[in-house]
Every structure is written in structure tokens, then in C-alpha cells.
């Protein structure tokens, strides 16, 4: 089955600096998406940066962007120039497609970011 | 476009209670689905629906049930509450099945039963 593990609970960085999410999952497919999700205080979930499996080149998003490393089965966010509306609870994501040709996502257990001034 | 709305956003039931969540969206999205957030558990996935009359179970389903009248809306029942299952639920949906598509998420309801 697959699964997703967020290994950090907590992270903190200061402000401008650059702080990155770690990101492990399981699966033995080939083809698949994966995503990370912002949670404010407000709980909205925000989609952040999302990558498909079959690019070799990272995604990016303005200040955000991600190290995919395929064969290892990481998925690590990197906040670049960090602000203090970072400060949230980030998911990391698989979506699993099915055989009904739906789909679900498997989400990890979430990072809590706390930005210093 | 509201997205997707959910409500009520805060409810409190006594055990053996049921009550409806109530979730929909106006963006034309085949599929919805509904997610429960624990802590240090993540988003996990109850229930979800790919079209008006058609439902299936995600992982944890037992005590919920739903149901897609329409494209727009998709409750979840509470048959009879339990401490259980308090939570804070989510609904998402998305416009296509497959692909690269873009989920959209409710605001979320804090369910706690007593």
C-alpha cells in the first residue's frame, strides 16, 4: 500500500531564510502525482507546488520549489526567502489512481512551519 | 464561483446523535470527496463520489454515510455520533477524473461529540 511520511513534525526558520520539508512516500507504481498543500490557521487547504512523476525537472512556484529524487522516493519543499505567511502546516500528497480510473490521495501526517521575525 | 462551501463550520452532537454535513461546490467538479484531519494523522479519505448517483468507501468509512443526488451537492451522515469520530472534516472536489487536475478544498466543519 502506498504510504507518506512526513518525518519532521515541526520546523522553524527565520525570516528570509530558507528552510526545506522533508518528504519520503511508498508506491511501486511508475506514473503518479505528487503535491504539497499549505494549511493556515484559517485550515483552508492551499495547494502549494504540485510534481508529476514522469518530469525529471523539479517544479517550481515563485519562492517555493521542490528536490524530486524518483528513484529514492523523496519529495522534499524548499521555501526560499521565507515570510511570515509561511507560517502554516504543510501536507505532502500522492494521489493513487485507481483501477475504476478514479482516483484518492494518500496524505502524510504534516510539518508545522513556524516563522521567526 | 463560491468553490466549495461547507457547513455548518463548528458543530457539538452528544453521543448517538446524527447530524448532516453538509458540502458543495459550483465549479461543475465530477468528483468530491470527504476527509477527516486528526492529529498526527493527516487528511484521511471517508468517503467520495465520480458523478451524480455514484459513491464508493475510502479508508475509513464505518459510521458515515453519503450519497450525490446531484453534480453540486455531497453530504456526509453521522448516523449516530460517537467521541470517536471527533474531528474536523473536509470536502474537496476536482473537475476530472484523472490528470494533473486541481483539487479544491472546503473551509472544513470542527465536529466534536461529547
Known amino acids: 500500500a502506498q504510504t507518506v511520511t512526513q518525518s519532521q513534525p515541526e520546523m522553524s526558520v527565520q525570516e528570509a531564510e530558507t528552510v526545506t520539508l522533508s518528504c519520503t512516500y511508498d508506491t511501486s507504481e511508475s506514473d503518479y502525482y505528487l503535491f504539497w498543500y499549505k494549511q493556515p490557521p484559517s485550515r483552508q487547504m492551499i495547494l502549494v507546488i504540485r510534481?508529476?512523476?514522469?518530469?525529471?525537472q523539479n517544479a517550481t512556484e515563485n519562492r517555493f520549489s521542490v528536490n524530486f529524487q524518483k528513484a529514492a522516493k523523496s519529495f522534499s519543499l524548499k521555501i526560499s526567502d521565507s515570510q511570515l505567511g509561511d507560517a502554516a502546516m504543510y501536507f505532502c500528497a500522492y494521489r493513487k489512481d485507481l483501477p475504476s480510473g478514479t482516483y484518492k490521495y494518500i496524505f502524510g501526517t504534516g510539518t508545522r512551519l513556524k516563522v521567526l521575525a | 464561483n463560491a468553490g466549495v462551501t461547507q457547513t455548518p463550520k463548528f458543530q457539538v452532537l452528544k453521543t448517538g446523535q446524527s447530524m448532516t454535513l453538509q458540502c458543495a461546490q459550483d465549479m461543475n467538479h465530477e468528483y468530491m470527496s470527504w476527509y477527516r484531519q486528526d492529529p498526527g494523522m493527516g487528511l484521511r479519505l471517508i468517503h467520495y463520489s465520480v458523478g451524480a448517483g455514484i459513491t464508493d468507501q475510502g479508508e475509513v468509512p464505518n459510521g458515515y454515510n453519503v450519497s450525490r443526488s446531484t453534480t453540486e451537492d455531497f453530504p456526509l451522515r453521522l448516523l449516530s455520533a460517537a467521541p470517536s469520530q471527533t474531528s474536523v472534516y473536509f470536502c474537496?472536489?476536482?473537475?476530472?477524473?484523472?490528470?494533473?487536475?486541481?483539487?479544491?478544498f472546503g473551509p472544513g466543519t470542527r465536529l466534536t461529540v461529547l
Open positions: 474537496a472536489s476536482s473537475y476530472s477524473r484523472s490528470g494533473s487536475n486541481m483539487v479544491f
Open positions: 510534481q508529476e512523476a514522469y518530469k525529471q
